[in-house]
């Protein structure tokens, strides 16, 4: 089980009420995982050491720098070193990318890439190849809290899912809020997942980056059982794609395109 | 108050067991702020909306590039349209900086400059001028839960507050992680506030870049009611700094350097 390793034991002193004692307790892993493009030195991600072939993919499928599966020439991962090599052919939106950082790129995060590139990019999701009931929505979202064990067991990483209507296809953690995401991205280009007829339940708040990532999916419905930002909202109401937060329990709030959660 | 500013109402659908209802609900905003140094245009932060001045100076200071309050000549805010104009006297770590990220910079996120560039520069943090018991951590925390209003109302947001044994000092909320730290970081450079007899208590988990940002701050003690992740405990444990864990009711867990948390 992959999540074994993204945790370790460490010493801890504990207080409760008015006791003091030194004991072991588990801690949730972190490490950086440099990815080399082509031969050269591309970026570094601090992530949970597991999947990493997954991750490595679905970071390049999220920059825009692999489109299809051919694309993908090789792939060679080094765990124990956090290494990852991969050969790919680079297409035109790569080469715009790497000029725009290069001219002014100092400081940038990612967040940006997204702002000023993706948004053109990205197309609206019209598809309407996936509707769900809102007892579907909590029976899944339900489903996702009891999977997520390495949370129970450090409280430190988000999760996410590919599912269908009934059930949940590909499962991921990560310390980092993008890198589960990726995972899920990486795992469908690599296996040929269809995203257009599928849904993504994430475990923290969907923001303008999490939503540009899931409309460069083309999933067409997001769902969280935290909140989502009014600008994620914005995009979401003009790119088509239903944004469901707040789900647990016996309730939900459908902030855009409320037509995909019906009651059939 | 700022974080009336920092909300909106939307439409929302929602569900209630069998009942749904349309209705207004607030929302937590999120904006692009861009930031240009010297009349570049330097990084663009996605933001709540409030206390410009602090993040956009926190941010120049996390970063390296603002040092001793001199450097700073003037800022000028657009906050109607997220625009932060800096003039400053630029520092030679901001050389090195920009020098590195042109050379092979694309895609980098800003995680990546801490582990490259900051582990280095980050002097360890001896000082013992701060002390504090388990009961004044969590009353702390506590008030801190108790402040965050924003977040009662949206469930979107991250906060961070610069206390003393008994008081909070500042206070900043933010949908970015690393904004609600900057924000005190930035508050406290140009108010002149010493960090290196303060504790630094943060809503989120504890990554290796909010505790680097701790350690940059001088800071000796980082306390959150979430989980550490174990390179954070590493460099933590490394650089001399306390990290206190879920903080919360009347338990909490010292993860490095406990001697700094005493019965008294």
């Known amino acids: 089980m992959a999540w074994k390793q993204n945790r370790t034991d460490v010493r801890v002193t504990k207080i409760r009420g008015d006791r003091m004692y030194v ?48 694309d993908l020439k090789s792939i060679n991962i080094n765990s124990e070193e956090g290494l990852v090599y991969i050969e790919a052919t680079v297409s035109q939106t790569e080469k715009t990318l790497i000029n725009r950082y290069n001219t002014a790129c100092y400081g940038r995060d990612r967040s940006i890439f997204y702002f000023i ?20 929505v909590l029976t899944l ?42 995972k899920i ?25 999490i939503l540009l990532k899931a409309a460069q999916m083309g999933i067409p419905i997001i769902i969280s059982r935290s909140a989502p930002t009014a600008l994620a909202i914005d995009i979401a109401d003009k790119l088509g794609i239903t944004v469901v937060g707040f789900a647990h329990g016996d309730k939900l709030n459908i902030y855009t395109h409320p037509k995909r959660v019906t009651a059939m």
């Open 23 to 70: 004991t072991e307790d588990l801690i949730v892993r972190e490490v950086p995982v440099t990815l080399f493009l082509n031969g050269k030195e591309f970026v570094t991600l601090l992530c949970s050491p597991d999947s990493l072939e997954e991750l490595a993919v679905g970071f390049l499928c999220s920059e825009g720098i692999l489109q299809q599966p051919p």
């Open 117 to 136: 590139n993706n948004i053109k990019n990205v197309s609206t999701v019209k598809t309407d190849f996936i509707k769900i009931t809102p007892g579907q």
């Open 141 to 182: 979202t339900d489903r996702l809290e009891q999977m997520s064990l390495l949370f129970r067991e450090t409280g430190g990483v988000h999760n996410a899912a590919l599912c269908n209507n009934v059930e949940v296809i590909l499962f991921y953690e990560d310390i980092g809020r993008h890198n589960a995401v990726d």
């Open 185 to 209: 991205f990486g795992k469908s280009f690599l296996s040929g997942i269809t995203l257009e007829d599928k849904l993504l339940i994430f475990s923290g708040r969907i923001s303008s980056e």
